[in-house]
Every structure is written in structure tokens, then in C-alpha cells.
T-cell receptor
Framework: QKEVEQNSGPLSVPEGAIASLNCTYS??????FFWYRQYSGKSPELIMS????GDKEDGRFTAQLNKASQYVSLLIRDSQPSDSATYLC????????????FGKGTKLSVKP | ETGVTQTPRHLVMGMTNKKSLKCEQH?????MYWYKQSAKKPLELMFV???????ENNSVPSRFSPECPNSSHLFLHLHTLQPEDSALYLC???????????FGPGTRLTVL
């Protein structure tokens, strides 16, 4: 059973639209959830962290966490071509000695 | 210097060479990590150091040897590598193992 799953995409949205990225995880007792953005050839950059159920907003980004359903999502409003990147979901999995487990990432393409 | 730095940024080595990757964090964090990122694969955790204590990942071949002389520095010593070891090697740090991790720029390694 895969521990952190993401749709690999590519997800293509027009400029100005809302991009919705989803992630599911296997461990019910996970406590920490993170979204990273990775441009091609670059290292991952943290863009959001969320620890409790509900929504967390930061600028154009909103992270949503539902622990009962074991999913975490990232919404990007007013998508820009500069948002085109791979988005990695990372979850603190209890059984992994507290280490972060990363999904494979979803590639987002924002078309002008 | 700020954040997490890594040197060298690019490395080409033969299978009989010995080389070392260096990572330094300027964030006052207590945990440091080595990850391997290969094409079309999720980030693979290689090693974790927490308060200078190593948590090993048993699936890492012995040709990779980490060293953490203090809480700010982390090395990855390489010897007798294989072409399939070619990848992006990323260093990260975090305040503790439940918190968000911050990545360095990575070392792009090519083994000939």
C-alpha cells in the first residue's frame, strides 16, 4: 500500500483559473502535512504546512486537510504561468519513525 | 550564507572515485537529512541525523556513508558508485523531525 499518493498529472489549467491538487495518505495518526513546489532542475521549496483539520490560506494558496478522509489538498487561485511546476505532498507517517514521506508529485502546467 | 547550502552543485565521477558532498545549514535546526531524487521517482530518504544521532535507512548501500560532525554540517561520502546512483542529492534540515524541512539546492551527481 502506497503511503502518500498523488495524481502525477500533468494537470493543465488556463491562466487565472483555480488549480486543485490532491493528496491521500495511509496513516490515520499523521500529524504534519506539507506542500512543496519544485521547478524543473531545482530543489523543493516549502509553500504550505498544515497541522489541523480545515483550511489554511496564504495569499493565493489554500491548503485543506481532512484527517477523517485522509486527504490533503492545495488550491491555487488566479493561477499564473509561473506556478507551473511539480507540487509535492509530504506527510509525517507515524510508522516511519516520524520521517516525512513524499508523494511522487503532481505536475501543474498553467497555460497563458 | 543563509538557509541550507550544498557543495558542489554538480559532480561527475567515475566508478572508482571517492568524493564527498557537503551540506551546511544556517537555521539553527536540530535535524538534517540526505535525500536522493531520481527521475520519475519520489524523494527517497537516505539518512537522518537528529541532535547528531544517526537514524539509518537500511536500504541504502554501504557505498554511501554519512557523517555529521556537528548540528550544522552534514557530509555524504561516496565511493565505488554505480551509474544508477546518478541522481540529484538533496540535503534538508528541520527544527525537529515533526516540523517542516527546508532543502538545499542539491548536488547533481553523474556517475560514469
Amino acid at each position: 500500500q502506497k503511503e502518500v499518493e498523488q495524481n502525477s498529472g500533468p494537470l493543465s489549467v488556463p491562466e487565472g483559473a483555480i488549480a486543485s491538487l490532491n493528496c491521500t495518505y495511509s496513516d490515520r495518526v499523521s500529524q504534519s502535512f506539507f506542500w512543496y513546489r519544485q521547478y524543473s532542475g531545482k530543489s523543493p521549496e516549502l509553500i504550505m504546512s498544515i497541522y489541523s483539520n480545515g483550511d489554511k490560506e496564504d495569499g493565493r494558496f489554500t491548503a485543506q486537510l481532512n484527517k477523517a478522509s485522509q486527504y490533503v489538498s492545495l488550491l491555487i487561485r488566479d493561477s499564473q504561468p509561473s506556478d507551473s511546476a511539480t507540487y509535492l505532498c509530504a506527510v509525517n507517517i507515524q510508522g516511519s519513525q516520524g520521517n516525512l514521506i513524499f508523494g511522487k508529485g503532481t505536475k501543474l502546467s498553467v497555460k497563458p | 550564507e543563509t538557509g541550507v547550502t550544498q557543495t558542489p552543485r554538480h559532480l561527475v565521477m567515475g566508478m572508482t572515485n571517492k568524493k564527498s558532498l557537503k551540506c551546511e545549514q544556517h537555521l539553527g535546526h536540530n535535524a538534517m537529512y540526505w535525500y536522493k531524487q531520481s527521475a520519475k521517482k519520489p524523494l527517497e530518504l537516505m539518512f537522518v541525523y537528529s541532535l547528531e544521532e544517526r537514524v539509518e535507512n537500511n536500504s541504502v548501500p554501504s557505498r554511501f556513508s554519512p557523517e555529521c560532525p556537528n548540528s550544522s554540517h552534514l557530509f555524504l561520502h561516496l565511493h565505488t558508485l554505480q551509474p544508477e546512483d546518478s541522481a540529484l542529492y538533496l540535503c534538508a534540515s528541520s527544527q525537529d523531525r515533526l516540523n517542516e524541512q527546508f532543502f538545499g539546492p542539491g548536488t547533481r551527481l553523474t556517475v560514469l
